[in-house]
Structures are given as C-alpha cells and as structure tokens.
C-alpha cells in the first residue's frame, strides 16, 4: 500500500460556489477512483481518473458537475461544482495496487474530504 | 434488486465470539471481492479480498466465497470491542479492485 492524502479534509461552502478537492499518494498509480459517501449511506463510485484523458464517468455522474484532472501518476483533483445542500458528502479518493502471485488487486482509500454545503 | 445486498444491522455480538457478516451479490460475472472496516467518520480499510470458491483466512478474519450461491461473508473470530465498526462488501467485475459497487454495510457492535 501507500500514503493517500487528502486536502481539504473538510471544508463548509455556500450554495452556488465551486470547491477543489486534491488527492495525492506517495507512489505511481495507474487507477485513481472518486467517490461519494452521503450521510449514513455506502460509497458510490463518481469516476475514474485516467492519467492523461478524461476521466470515466458512472450513470448519473457528469463532468460539468464534477470536472477531474489526473495530471500525473501520484496526483487528482474532484471539482465539485455550482454546490448544492444534496452535495454535501465525503468524498474519498483511490486508488489500486496490483495484487502479487495468488493475490488481487486491492483499492486503497484516502482520509476523505468531508464537504457541508449550506 | 440492489446489486450488493447485506443486512445493515446493527448487530451485537458478545466480546470473545464469532461474528459473522454475510453478503450477497446479483451479477454473476463479479470476479472479486473484498471487506472493508470503517470506523465512524473514518475512511475505509481493506480487511480482506477473495477471488476464489472457499475459504480464506487471515489473523482472526475468515472470508468465505460461495459464487454457485452469490454470496459473500466474513467471520471474526475472539470478537474484541475494537471490531465495533460499519463492514462494507465491494465486489468488482474483473480481477481485481476496478469500480467497486459498495454494500450498504454491516454496523457491527461488541458488548464487553
């Protein structure tokens, strides 16, 4: 595994504003993900950042709503944008590690980001 | 039908006994499988991952897979209160941990 942090680790913003969430690890990644985890739910998957192209979007998630950059294999960014109330979430990035002989590959997450729109 | 269904509990367990967390799953091309802890306002931690019919064991954790029966579950043997948490199942389509589709979770509480 590896160090996954997250910035902010929470923040309260207002309704129509736009708020930037960084993901880092301390090694190269191929698979970053992003998801959302909303008040006393599981987690959904937002979408993966691709290095180099446009992250792949899950039903219902679009990149108007959550523009992501994955600039290079240790580093992500989720823009929440134009918030709503119903946006507020955590949100937790991360990412995967190749299984060795006999093992899977594992997805390990970040802290999250805990995000209170009013 | 959700494609990832387990019990949400809360279920008690007494400290010292076997605690048992069950999951089920609906598309039958899921090839992987994994349990995770989370504590309160905490991120989730891998506990296991199985890809394979039959049983695995680590420390105190045994997963077991059944995909004849598509489902999942995870055992805690000598439960300690430090296991009270929420356990997530995640299953992926492939092999390997790509787009996780998360259970609801299981809370889980050990009375001392």
């Known amino acids: 595994s590896a160090v996954i942090s997250q910035k902010p680790s929470r923040d309260i913003c207002q309704r129509g504003t736009s708020l930037t969430i960084q993901c880092q690890v301390d090694?190269?990644?191929?698979?970053m993900f992003w998801y959302r985890q909303q008040p006393g739910q599981s987690l959904t998957l937002i979408a993966t950042a691709n290095q180099g192209s446009e992250a792949t979007y899950e039903s219902g998630f679009v990149i108007d709503k959550f523009p992501i950059s994955r600039p290079n294999l240790t580093f992500s960014t989720l823009t929440v944008s134009n918030m709503s109330p119903e946006d507020s979430s955590i949100y937790l990035c991360?990412?995967?590690?190749?299984?060795?002989?006999?093992?899977?590959?594992?997805?390990?997450f970040g802290p999250g980001t805990r995000l209170t729109v009013l | 039908q959700k494609e990832v269904e387990q019990n949400s509990g809360p279920l008690s367990v007494p400290e010292g006994a076997i605690a048992s967390l069950n999951c089920t799953y609906s598309d039958r091309v899921s090839q992987s499988f994994f349990w995770y802890r989370q504590y309160s306002g905490k991120s989730p931690e891998l506990i296991m991952s199985i890809y394979s019919n039959g049983d695995k064991e680590d420390g105190r954790f045994t997963a077991q897979l059944n995909k004849a029966s598509q489902y999942v579950s995870l055992l805690i043997r000598d439960s300690q209160p430090s296991d009270s948490a929420t356990y997530l199942c995640a299953v992926s389509h492939r092999e390997g941990a790509q787009k996780l589709v998360f259970g609801q979770g299981t809370r889980l509480t050990i009375n001392p």
């Open positions: 090694s190269q990644v191929t698979m």
């Open positions: 991360s990412v995967e590690f190749a299984g060795g002989h006999s093992s899977t590959d594992t997805q390990y």
